[in-house]
């Protein structure tokens, strides 16, 4: 019982503790930029629950959705491609890095030009950046599938759909997590992005529109929500990642052990 | 994602067919918009975008803009990693203080670093520390990170050897915790790089701090479409430059490290 | 069931060309245990690999159940000796045996039956929920050859399959691979470098010469059916024809034809 009171100790601890002192050191500020906390809560819960939920805040996830699910999609789909053929990959490789050093905000405006500024624009700005680390990182677990499990698949005639799915697909899991966990920050941050650059709706343009308006309150609650959004995808990518890759945790748990 | 190193011989046709890969979409881009497959005036033909590149270069306000990317870059990259190395070892070594501040960083860490944006903006307007601001708070828990995988990878008896011979705090950290963390630090330093980039470029971008972004900004509110891929072509090459040179170094500090290390899957 | 005919094959490349094996000619009976002993680097693995279909000869002929091998053929299994890299790491026990019957679309009722009594079999009825690597090294092997085993195949190839495991483990095993052919009579070719093993282990010791290789001798080993760690190896006979297949290999290591 102590066990579980310590743990919930350690985790709770801290940031209870920041959360207490910010509370307290911020009650009676008067700094415009910096307004009390308990005032940043109000806000959070005036702004925010009703209807911009609906008309602002949930089409931007939504958006962030089908954005990153098709990243995924398109990623994954031609990383397999690519990473199978060695000549395929020795050709694409310079240019496919080139294209993902481009710090993906920078997309914004070029996509802008190519597909206006409509949600087709935002969703297109998020599979252009959010699409790379997927790729590549599916091309790398592709490409290292083991050999002698390659050999076994071939001697059992395990070919064709069924290679794919039981063999290269759950043999890059682990790096096309990888991708995936990079991609699902890139498309949040390009999400954000597109709506502050060039948008009439969405929580990036809201959180944008309260700062040029000097709605400090107003503001502090928009990034207070960006925030939460953050861990709370990143808390289910975790959940998420653990259940599919159980058997790779359990694997490197057992060959970190000592013999 | 790492490289195998390849052999001499055997590693010149896969240079070959990257280089002609390179070529090949060159050429691809360069004919796409001359026959009409897409609109022109949205994507210039390579030819353009490289000759506006070449006028770019002769432009001092496209040096002075690069000077400002690469001073802002560098600043926020320097304290990241500095603040990032000193918490990750503090944090690694002293008892206690991994466990309690461990939920408190996962928290942290997944904050979108754009979420600080309108707080930049309002508190720095559109001065350096607005972007400093994003790029050091984005840059630092990759540093963080990997920092503190590699204090924690240290070999468990040499640690208790060291704990026998009864070593102090600061001998602890200068002969058994740095020698191990050296080579995370190094990886750290190449990722929070590449992060510092993104945000930087993103400050310039959004925020309107001096710089290659801003340049990309202007020349898009502008309509100027050719300088505009013609700056972001720099920034791709930028980008691939630092990854190509943090690389490199990377190898160097490794090649004589004796440490076999697995480079921590950190997010973003 | 299988006839290797005039099997020859040259490995080219970086400017090398390496005859790895040179003429080979056997056939293996319908249900024998037909062992392949030989010195380091004569092909033994290449051999293995040409009749499973997985590497195309330079010149010769195999068959398998009367017909040409061109790629893996069907109704056969091979075992590695990197078991722990053949086994599917995210797949339970009993999914990694079951995965080639499901491949070859058997129903799943009779999938079931026989995953169960190929991990019977081999000893592991209760381990089906396990995963490989929570397994020890003897024991993914028994997994290996259980799914083997369920494959029903009317050849079996083992590629020194029991290098890599301790002694004790290896007698364990040694003694389990009898009782699985005796009990499914199965064609079996099994690759190894143990002497000894061989000449325990089958009803023939295939000898090969060093590159390029080709068949030194084949001995019939008249050893009784039901055989023992213990007492075979202690046996007279045993200490004779493994002598015998001893002196061979030597030979062969020297290039030089022996007495037969």
Request: glycine residues 8%; aromatic residues 8%.
């Amino acid at each position: 019982m102590s066990g579980a009171f310590r743990r919930a100790g350690l985790v709770l601890g801290l940031p209870v503790v920041l959360f207490v002192v910010w509370w307290f050191a911020s009650y009676d500020s008067k700094d415009f930029y910096r307004p009390p906390l308990h005032k940043i809560l109000e806000a959070f819960r005036d702004t925010w629950f009703g209807e911009r939920m609906v008309q602002d805040v949930l089409p931007s996830l939504i958006r962030l959705g089908i954005g990153y699910a098709a990243a995924l999609a398109v990623g994954v789909t031609l990383g397999v491609a690519i990473g199978s053929a060695r000549w395929l990959r020795a050709l694409l490789e310079p240019v496919l890095e080139f294209l993902r050093a481009i710090p993906p905000p920078v997309l914004v405006p070029i996509v802008i030009l190519l597909a206006g500024i409509e949600d087709r624009m935002k969703v297109i700005v998020i599979v252009s950046g959010a699409v790379w680390p997927v790729l590549l990182n599916t091309v790398e677990g592709v490409r290292a599938v083991d050999e002698v499990l390659a050999d076994t698949c071939r001697s059992y005639r395990i070919r064709g759909l069924a290679r794919l799915r039981h063999l290269v697909l759950r043999s890059a899991s682990p790096q096309i997590m990888t991708g995936a966990r990079q991609a699902l920050a890139i498309a949040i941050i390009l999400m954000v992005i597109s709506e502050m650059f060039a948008a009439n709706n969405g929580l990036g343009f809201l959180v944008v529109q309260f700062q040029r308006s000097f709605q400090v309150t107003e503001m502090w609650s928009g990034v207070l929500l960006l925030g939460l959004i953050g861990v709370a995808l990143s808390l289910a990518f975790r959940f998420v990642d653990r259940r599919v890759l159980r058997w790779y945790y359990g694997l490197r748990a057992v060959e970190r052990q000592p013999k | 994602m790492s490289q195998p190193v390849r052999a001499g011989r055997v590693g010149q046709v896969p240079a070959l067919l990257g280089a002609a890969g390179l070529v090949a979409v060159a050429v691809a881009l360069e004919l796409a918009p001359r026959l009409g497959l897409v609109p022109a005036e949205f994507m210039p033909p390579t030819s353009t975008i490289l000759a506006e590149l070449a006028r770019q270069l002769q432009r001092p306000e496209f040096w002075v803009a690069l000077r400002d990317t690469l001073v802002t870059w560098g600043i926020g990259l320097g304290i990241a990693v500095a603040a990032g190395t000193v918490a990750g070892v503090v944090i690694g070594t002293v008892p206690g203080l991994r466990a309690a501040t461990s939920s408190t960083i996962e928290f942290l860490r997944p904050i979108p670093s754009v979420a600080l944006i309108p707080l930049a903006v309002l508190l720095y307007g559109a001065r350096i520390q607005s972007t400093l601001m994003l790029v050091i708070y984005a840059s630092f828990w990759q540093m963080l990170v990997q920092v503190l995988h590699g204090v924690v990878d240290v070999d468990p008896v040499a640690r208790d050897t060291a704990r026998s011979y009864r070593l102090g705090l600061f001998a602890r950290i200068r002969y058994l915790v740095w020698p191990t963390a050296l080579p995370y630090v190094v990886t750290g330093v190449r990722l929070a790089a590449t992060v510092a980039l993104i945000l930087t470029i993103t400050g310039e971008l959004i925020i309107g701090t001096p710089g290659l972004g801003k340049e990309i900004a202007v020349a898009s509110e502008s309509n100027a479409v050719p300088p505009m891929y013609a700056l972001v072509l720099v920034t791709g090459l930028l980008g691939v430059t630092a990854n190509l040179a943090f690389r490199a170094a990377e190898r160097r500090v490794l090649a004589w490290h004796p440490a076999i290390r697995v480079e921590a899957a950190a997010a973003l | 069931m299988l006839a290797v005919r005039g099997l020859r094959k040259v490995y080219e490349g970086h400017g090398r060309r390496v005859e790895a094996i040179g003429d080979l000619t056997f056939t293996v009976g319908a249900g024998e245990f037909a062992c392949v002993v030989g010195p380091s680097g004569c092909g033994k693995t290449t051999l293995l690999r040409c009749v499973a279909g997985l590497l195309p000869p330079t010149a010769g002929q195999i068959e398998v159940d009367g017909r040409p091998v061109s790629g893996p053929p069907r109704g056969l299994a091979l075992v590695f000796q990197e078991y722990g890299r053949s086994l599917f790491p995210w797949l339970r026990v009993r999914d990694n045996v079951e995965l080639p019957l499901r491949s070859a679309r058997v129903p799943r009722g009779r999938r079931r039956d026989l995953v169960s009594e190929a991990l019977a079999s081999v000893g592991l009825g209760d381990v089906h929920h396990a995963y490989p690597w929570q397994l020890s090294g003897g024991m993914q092997q028994r997994v290996a050859i259980a799914r083997a085993v369920a494959y029903q195949p009317r050849v079996l190839l083992m590629d020194e399959p029991f290098a890599a495991v301790d002694a004790q483990t290896r007698a364990d095993l040694e003694d389990l691979i009898r009782s699985v052919w005796q009990r499914f009579g199965v064609t079996l070719l099994f690759v190894t470098h143990d002497i000894d093993e061989a000449v325990y282990l089958g009803q023939r010791v295939i000898m090969l010469s060093a590159a390029p290789t080709h068949v030194a001798e084949d001995l019939p080993i008249d050893l009784p059916v039901e055989r023992d760690q213990l007492t075979t190896r202690a046996d007279a006979r045993f200490t004779e024809l493994r002598g015998h297949v001893y002196a061979q290999i030597q030979a062969a290591k020297r290039a030089e034809p022996s007495e037969v």
